[in-house]
């Protein structure tokens, strides 16, 4: 499986940026699929993730209420929707997946390509 994050970009403090991570594959409605995002620095952090079927989400306590994840099987696309973003927010986003339910990076795989989220104050 191949995945590309996309949608990145630079924005203002209060502004809204949509990712999207399309995947190849005949796999992907099978896939729990998470959101990570990384500072140089520190480690990837995980945040958000969802079920193969989109019924059941996660997110990190500093996104919670500000970004929504979703997804397309149709169209083999998780998506990332961000609201309200904040400097601390800038990092560069990459999407993975993973065949258990977990918050672990290290159970995900498949990494692709990142996208750069810039959150100017």
């Known amino acids: 499986v191949q995945l590309q994050a996309s949608g990145g970009g630079l924005v203002q403090t209060g502004g809204s940026l949509r990712l999207s991570c399309a995947a190849s594959?005949?796999?992907?409605?099978?896939?729990?699929m998470g959101w990570f995002r990384q500072v140089p620095g520190k480690e990837r952090e995980l945040v958000a993730s969802?079920?193969?079927?989109?019924?059941?989400?996660y997110y990190a306590d500093s996104v919670k209420g500000r970004f929504t994840i979703s997804r397309d099987n149709a169209k083999n696309t998780v998506y990332l929707q961000m609201n309200s973003l904040e400097p601390e927010d800038t990092a560069v986003y990459y999407c993975?997946?993973?065949?258990?339910?977990?918050?672990?990076?290290?159970?995900?795989?498949?990494w692709g390509r990142g996208t750069q989220v810039t959150v100017s104050s």
């Open positions: 993975a997946e993973s065949s258990i339910p977990t918050t672990s990076p290290r159970f995900f795989h498949s």
């Open positions: 969802i079920s193969g079927r989109g019924a059941s989400t």
């Open positions: 594959g005949r796999t992907f409605s099978s896939h729990v």
